[in-house]
């Protein structure tokens, strides 16, 4: 399979711990972005890289969220001091370059849920 | 920051009528994509509509772009029970940023 990968697919942790997700783009695709959905809401954008540079970071994230793409191929995402607000399901996407014409894949996501 | 509106939120529609979505946007749009959720699942792409006016079509899917690139909307010919899902449209951003999506049911 060449689509976008993540894991892990699913993850329950207890409050306060630190999780981390992991994205595997489709080979060659040089932009990545991670967003954040709730039942019954869009996707919310958090990050994104183009390569291994990251762009923009959503003002909304708080300083627990951190997120790497150090060799510009995969990504993390990480959430340290998790709290019950972050339950949700996170959700990478890749695509190569951007603009007209550029197609945005997404993985099948990371379900979080913190107890 | 750039944000795009759809409305309906939510519609019912048996199985057979059309359906249609709206997607605004208080700013210019160079281009807008549309997206569609089966429930449980991750948000697929369908189309990408980028010049003043362009409508295209995608089987019973219709997609328009506004003259003034200011709104979209996606209509769907007599629905079937694949239709299920949620729509999306995405503004132009680097970023794609998302509207909160029109959630369809479909009653047989």
């Known amino acids: 399979d060449t689509g976008v990968s993540q894991n892990p697919r699913h993850k329950i942790t207890k409050r306060g711990q630190n999780v981390t997700f992991r994205c595997d783009p489709i080979s060659e695709h040089n932009r990545l972005y991670w967003y954040r959905q709730t039942l019954g809401q869009g996707p919310e954008f958090l990050t994104y890289f183009q390569n291994e540079a990251q762009l923009e970071k959503s003002r909304l994230l708080s300083d627990r969220f951190s997120a790497e793409r150090p060799k510009g191929s995969f990504s993390t995402l990480e959430i340290q001091r998790t709290e019950q607000g972050d339950s949700a399901m996170y959700l990478c996407?890749?695509?190569?370059?951007?603009?007209?014409?550029?197609?945005?894949?997404f993985g099948e996501g990371s379900w979080l849920t913190v107890v | 920051g750039q944000q795009v509106m759809q409305i309906p939120q939510y519609q019912h529609v048996q199985e057979g009528e059309d359906f249609t979505t709206y997607c605004n946007s208080s700013?210019?749009?160079?281009?807008i994509q549309w997206y569609k959720q089966r429930p449980g699942g991750h948000p697929v792409f369908l189309i990408q509509?980028?010049?003043?006016?362009e409508v295209k079509k995608q089987k019973r899917l219709t997609f328009q772009f506004g003259e003034a690139k200011k709104n979209s909307s996606l209509h769907i010919t007599a629905t079937q029970t694949t239709d299920v899902g949620t729509y999306f449209c995405?503004?132009?951003?680097?970023?794609?940023?998302f509207g909160k999506g029109t959630r369809l049911h479909i009653l047989p």
């Open positions: 996407a890749s695509s190569l370059g951007s603009g007209v014409g550029n197609t945005i894949y």
């Open positions: 700013t210019t749009l160079s281009n």
């Open positions: 995405a503004g132009p951003d680097d970023k794609i940023i």
């Open positions: 509509l980028v010049k003043s006016g």
